[in-house]
């Protein structure tokens, strides 16, 4: 199953996220329920998943293609953050793989 939400702070696009979900589990999976909301706690109230600390992300950088520019408000060129995640379940099975681009003059990440 596949899913791509727009994230907007004050209506402006912040961020474009792309997840791809296993439908074997997440048979039932209601896109609608999570357009407004967190789409992490929908899936761990709905269906009752945890993410495995064995979870990994990896932030890289690139500039906006046309494309990506049109979608986020941007400059073609401009940069563009690229958050990709990997979630597992405790068990060590795969829950859902995203791959976040992020408006790179709009978001700051802190550890």
């Given at each position: 199953?596949?899913?791509?939400?727009?994230?907007?702070?004050?209506?402006?696009?912040?961020?474009?996220?792309?997840?791809?979900?296993?439908?074997?589990?997440?048979?039932?999976?209601?896109p609608?329920?999570?357009?407004?909301?967190?789409?992490?706690?929908?899936?761990?109230?709905?269906?009752?998943?945890?993410?495995?600390?064995?979870?990994?992300?990896?932030?890289?950088?690139?500039?906006?293609?046309?494309?990506?520019?049109?979608?986020?408000?941007?400059?073609?060129?401009?940069?563009?953050?690229?958050?990709?995640?990997?979630?597992?379940?405790?068990?060590?099975?795969?829950?859902?793989?995203?791959?976040e681009y992020i408006?790179?003059?709009?978001?700051?990440?802190?550890?």
């Open positions: 199953f596949f899913l791509e939400r727009l994230l907007l702070a004050d209506s402006i696009p912040v961020i474009d996220v792309h997840t791809w979900l296993p439908t074997r589990l997440f048979p039932d999976f209601d609608n329920a999570v357009e407004n909301g967190s789409f992490f706690e929908y899936i761990k109230a709905t269906y009752s998943c945890t993410i495995a600390e064995s979870s990994r992300s990896t932030i890289s950088v690139t500039a906006a293609s046309p494309d990506m520019a049109k979608t986020l408000r941007l400059s073609s060129g401009d940069p563009v953050l690229i958050l990709d995640s990997y979630m597992e379940a405790p068990d060590g099975s795969p829950l859902y793989i995203s791959r408006a790179g003059s709009r978001y700051t990440i802190s550890f």
